[in-house]
């Protein structure tokens, strides 16, 4: 027996997180930093990704069956914890909570951001391009709402990259994880920055 | 003639495993190097609280007084540990004293921490040697192994990694990361490791070994210094290789 299907779903679901939801998460960004190269650069990169072959295949299992399963198996991880940084208000414990906390605030903006570009796409109600973006992002709430939930979002990806590397054996000792933990810090603001960058291109035409 | 220096214990009670939580203060006189054992003591010595009422003494368990047993392990100004090392002069004042709310409580700051010894018994933490005839003296250890995993073996089933780790809770089943130690303790001799899989296996289920979320609590606790996180992860790192071995096949198995 390779396990029960408890100690599955948690490998499954660990995986998931980096492959392929990890990679789609720094590929999304890119195509949409093509933003802060004008108009016409975002209209041409989305078009790219939207004409792929079998695309729909490619949604389907790179992007939205892993992400409902990392993301409502997640959440019955995050409600099984009882936080404790009161009383140990270590490093890692914050860690540890803010990876649930941010995991919760990242499903609720991405299920929003899901229903307001590629469902109302999907539906027909609006086209994908740079208009589409800056017709959202110029509202101010909308803004800050994509600015939290984009920075939850990366913030959950280099902190589960952190785990990930513990989960499936890879940094074992403290050195190499304390040496993870700076590489994530690292991983973290670069991708908030291609992420947060392109939103304020969208939002300000900067 | 001076005022008698005293220290305040601000007491968690509890009368019975099913009765409702109070609190308690005391006062008691102070003495040079007293410990909260100590000062639990004076508190049986003369059961009256602070407003000067009789009350019943506190029950705690303790053992061996020298943090090798474990039996005295209770929450002390917010953290779990060993009240016989809790030395009173390096304490914040009041003393707040409470049991590890993870344990089903007994009485007042004794808990049961039967969970444990059953998930030693779970994650088969012996190594079998008996057989219908002598079996020899079995394979050699390496120095630099022993040593290591003799770090490991001081673990005392005390309860403070449980009640550290956010993970471990009445919502989640997680067996905690003593017993998960244990797996690599057992599994690092050349003798238990014959039995290497099966304990594997054990933790590869409810409550074993994926339930750890790497909020690290429990090495900042173990009053042993235990690597735990270390023995953690390389119980991920075995685990990850034996669903591996035994989904895809390995020698080991036909």
New interface residues.
Partial sequence: MAGNRDYINRRIHSLLGVLPIGIFLIQHLTVNFFATRGPEAFNAAAHFMESLPYRYVLELFIIFLPILFHGIYGVYIAFTAKHNVSNYGYFRNWMFMLQRYTGVITLIFIAWHVWETRIAIGLGWVDLNYQLMENILTNPFFFWFYVVGVVSTTFHFANGLWSFFVSWGITMTPRSQRIMTYASIIVFLAVSYVGVRTLFTFAYGV | MSEEKKITLIIERQDSPDSAPYEETFEVPYRENMNVISALMEVRRNPVNAKGEATTPVFWDMNCLEEVCGACSMIIN??ARQSCTALVDQLEQPIRLAPMSTFPITRDLAVDRSRMFDSLKRVKSWIPIDGTYDLGPGPRMAESKRQWAYELSKCMTCGVCLE?C??V?S??DFIGPAAISQVRLFNSHPTGEMNKSERL?SV???G???GC?????CV??CPKGI?L??S???I????????FK??FGSDNKL
């Avoid at chain 2, 979320?213 to 609590?217: L, W």
């Avoid at chain 2, 991920?236 to 669903?243: G, Q």
């Fill in positions: 917010g953290k550290a956010p993970n809770n919502k989640s296996q590869m289920g409810d074993g070994i994926m979320g790497n909020a690290q609590n900042q606790s690597p996180t270390t953690l992860a390389a991920y790192r075995d685990t990850a290789i034996e669903s035994s989904f």
